[in-house]
T-cell receptor, first 112, second 116 residues
Framework: NAGVMQNPRHLVRRRGQEARLRCSPM?????VYWYRQLPEEGLKFMVY????????ESGMPKERFSAEFPKEGPSILRIQQVVRGDSAAYFC??????????FGDGTRLSIL | GQQLNQSPQSMFIQEGEDVSMNCTSS?????WLWYKQDPGEGPVLLIA?????ELTSNGRLTAQFGITRKDSFLNISASIPSDVGIYFC????????????????FGQGTILTVHP
């Protein structure tokens, strides 16, 4: 079974551009979560989605950030008009209901 | 919001030694999990704990869910060089409906270095 797949692994954007991060959950997992990690820190929760629904977005900034998990296709974390402070590693995790989350290897976002 | 305090922040040990790290919280969690993260990779699940007082082993790893539900520890016995990495605790709470809630709250991590 393939694990949680994230792409791209590395993404470089200039200030003001848009960043799109993709996550394909493990087969059979209907729950997707996004986390952000700054260097030498733990992961910080951003958003929790099920198919076509946002369950909890309490950790996601109100502006410029959005997430979706459509009926078909991967989950997308979208950051509009990126700023230097958006530079971080973004991790996606997936799980079946009531089971532990398994993580992908992340997307390292660098803002020039 | 909920916060986890993980200690120690870093450890330098000799191969073969035992290691212990712990997490404490100001609030109750219903599930405790321990993950290991290697450079450039995502966290990998080591142990999941679901009941207060539960003691669970996975090879040389042993973890316990504290009775108060506000703490957990992870022990690694007879460390080997491949144990090097960052270890994170994470807590998960039930939502109002009583089902397992998705959000994980992570500790700050323990950086483990093992000298051969």
């Amino acid at each position: 079974n393939a694990g949680v797949m994230q792409n791209p692994r590395h993404l470089v954007r200039r200030r003001g551009q848009e960043a799109r991060l993709r996550c394909s959950p493990m087969k059979g997992h209907s729950h997707v979560y996004w986390y952000r990690q700054l260097p030498e820190e733990g992961l910080k929760f951003m958003v929790y989605l099920q198919k076509e629904n946002i369950i909890d977005e309490s950790g996601m900034p109100k502006e410029r950030f959005s997430a979706e998990f459509p009926k078909e296709g991967p989950s997308i974390l979208r950051i509009q008009q990126v700023v230097r402070g958006d530079s971080a590693a973004y991790f996606c995790a997936s799980s079946p209901i009531g089971k532990p989350q398994h993580f992908g290897d992340g997307t390292r976002l660098s803002i020039l | 919001g909920q916060q986890l305090n993980q200690s120690p922040q870093s450890m330098f040990i000799q191969e073969g030694e035992d290691v212990s790290m712990n997490c404490t919280s100001s609030s109750i969690f219903n599930t405790w999990l321990w993950y290991k993260q290697d450079p450039g990779e995502g966290p990998v699940l080591l142990i999941a704990l679901y009941k207060a007082g539960e003691l669970t082993s996975n090879g040389r790893l042993t973890a316990q869910f504290g009775i108060t539900r506000k703490d957990s520890f992870l022990n690694i016995s007879a460390s080997i060089p491949s144990d090097v990495g960052i270890y994170f605790c994470a807590g998960q709470s039930f939502n109002a409906g009583g089902t397992s809630y998705g959000k994980l709250t992570f500790g700050q991590g323990t950086i483990l270095t093992v000298h051969p």
